[in-house]
């Protein structure tokens, strides 16, 4: 091959290989080019809400472009993982992902959806305890008088939750399995409108996230009595684990980012990169531990096999007790 012959070669070679490139690989070197939408389940000022947010300005300060979050409650977030089931594939809307993607597998009958099939996992974020909170107007300081209290006004207690089968209303029927007590669920549509009512006596119990009762505790406003996780959080080291009460009792609040099941892999990797390079940092690392937080770096293969795991433990729940969507 002469030198004019292998020059050109050469270049019909590179062009080649230019055009050859996986178009995912060049949107994600250029990504996010312009804002991203995170969609959250639940309502404004929960815990879900928190956790996106703080991630979201994270995304923005590092990746240059806004990641906004956009709040879509109901149906315990099926609305809002629909609604990103059925956006374009190209990273720029995103889903909050919390306990909810795990129990609505068994919760309803039918969706529109299956959540690990429609839903790629990009990053776990953090996983908290919720706890047993009650309304001042209850005279119970420890988890046994709480209990005794509870079978002496049986279906006279009111116990509030984000939604129903949310997680703080699937921790407190693993409670009343668990003890024989009765309560009367009461949904709200988020965790914050059920804490309003909580600290305004309107219902007398709830197992909220630390993330989102954490100042309330801390200001006296609501009554916590134990943690839900099997131990101690950080963030409330004078909380007992519901379990030293009630043998055998485990539950936690997590959160992650997910999106639409055909999104570039480049693009899920970029961002899982970035989440957990937040995870690391220390202000973040600082301020989810001031929410009760432990961080969940890991792979998206990981947050995919912790939604697989929560999905068969709350099964169980739903289906011993006969729980329905309200």
Known sequence: MTKPSRRRFLRISAALAAVAMPAQVARAETYPARPVRIIVGLAAGGGTDIVARLIGQWLSERLGQPF?????????????????????????????????????????????????????????????????????????TTVPEFIAYAKANADRINMGSAGSGSSNHLSGELFKLMTGVKMVHVPYRGAAPALTDLIGGQVQVLFPAVTSSIDHIKTGKMRALAVTTAERSEALPDLPPLGEFVPG?????????????????????????????????????????????????GSPTDFARLIAEETDKWAKVIRFAGIKPE
């Open 68 to 140: 906004v979050v956009e709040n879509r409650p109901g149906a315990n977030g099926n609305i809002a993982t629909e609604a990103v089931v059925n956006a374009s594939a190209d990273g720029y809307t995103l889903l909050a992902v919390s306990p909810g993607a795990a129990i609505n597998t068994t919760l309803y009958d039918k969706l529109n959806f299956e959540f690990l099939r429609d839903i790629a996992p990009v990053a776990g974020i953090t996983r908290v305890p919720n706890v047993l909170g009650l309304s001042l107007s209850v005279p119970a």
């Open 249 to 297: 009792y485990e539950a936690s609040n997590w959160w992650g980012i997910g999106a639409p099941k055909k999104t570039p892999t480049a693009i899920v990797d970029k961002l899982n990169q970035e989440i957990n390079a937040a995870l690391v940092d220390p202000k973040i690392k600082t301020r989810l531990a001031d929410l009760g937080g432990m961080a969940l770096t």
